[in-house]
């Protein structure tokens, strides 16, 4: 049973232009949810997360919102950029260092 | 800040043999630790993760093992290799709820 879906295996932006990335997941015990990004043979890397006493977290291009009742999440990066064509992950916890659960990911690939 | 290694960055290696995928951190003292495995066009699976010395937990059952000899060290083993091993192994530290990856090292069993 996946508890975090990434249902989109790819998106396709034109630079310069908002990308969305969706994710949604099963598990009402998740608090902490996270967004990584990732280059072909490189490790993750941690880009921004968000707790779930809060529905938005911003960090420069990227923005992150939560809709608990929805358990859905998305990850917005405004303007994108062709350096952000990469694989991105969402993933999710419950009550501090227990293990993320990762979705599949979604490949996105920002068009110059 | 904290530093992973992982080595070897990649290994070739026939079905049978054995494996054993070290990596170490520095900069953070008594990590909780983490291997994850991303087999080719999927998502990342936890494998091994520990708390402590000596202390490892396993999420999926398998032909790999984990060990924690040291704080600061993470081992992955394989008796004996499959080809459904093969994928890009990946060790994390968890810090303040979020995890921290090393630069993986790729797998190919042959």
């Given at each position: 049973d996946q508890q975090v879906k990434q249902n989109s295996p790819s998106l396709s932006v034109q630079e310069g232009r908002i990308s969305i990335?969706?994710?949604?997941?099963?598990?009402?015990?998740?608090?902490?949810?996270?967004?990584?990004?990732?280059?072909?043979?490189?490790g993750p890397t941690f880009l921004i997360s968000i707790s779930s006493i809060k529905d938005k977290?911003?960090?420069?291009?990227?923005?992150?919102?939560?809709?608990?009742?929805?358990?859905?999440?998305?990850?917005?990066?405004?303007?994108?950029?062709?350096?952000?064509?990469?694989v991105y992950f969402c993933a999710a916890s419950a009550r501090g260092n227990t293990p993320l659960v990762f979705g599949k990911g979604t490949r996105l690939s920002v068009i110059a | 800040s904290q530093t992973i290694h992982q080595w070897p960055a990649t290994l070739v290696q026939p079905v049978g043999s054995p494996?054993?995928?070290?990596?170490?951190?520095?900069?953070?003292?008594?990590?909780?630790?983490?291997?994850y495995r991303q087999a080719a066009g999927r998502g990342l699976q936890l494998l091994f993760y520990s708390v402590g010395i000596g202390q490892i937990s396993s999420e999926v059952p398998q032909n790999l093992s984990a060990s924690r000899p040291q704080d600061r060290q993470?081992?992955?083993?394989?008796?004996?290799?499959?080809?459904?091993?093969?994928?890009?192994?990946?060790?994390?530290?968890?810090?303040?709820?979020?995890?921290y990856f090393g630069p993986g090292t790729r797998l190919l069993v042959l």
């Open positions: 990335l969706n994710c949604d997941y099963t598990n009402s015990m998740f608090d902490y949810f996270l967004w990584y990004k990732k280059y072909p043979a490189e977290n911003e960090d420069g291009r990227f923005t992150v919102f939560l809709n608990k009742s929805a358990k859905h999440l998305s990850l917005h990066i405004v303007p994108s950029q062709p350096g952000d064509s990469a | 494996l054993s995928l070290e990596c170490t951190v520095e900069g953070t003292s008594n990590p909780n630790l983490y291997w993470f081992i992955l083993s394989s008796k004996k290799l499959l080809l459904s091993d093969s994928g890009f192994y990946l060790c994390a530290l968890g810090r303040s709820g979020t995890q």
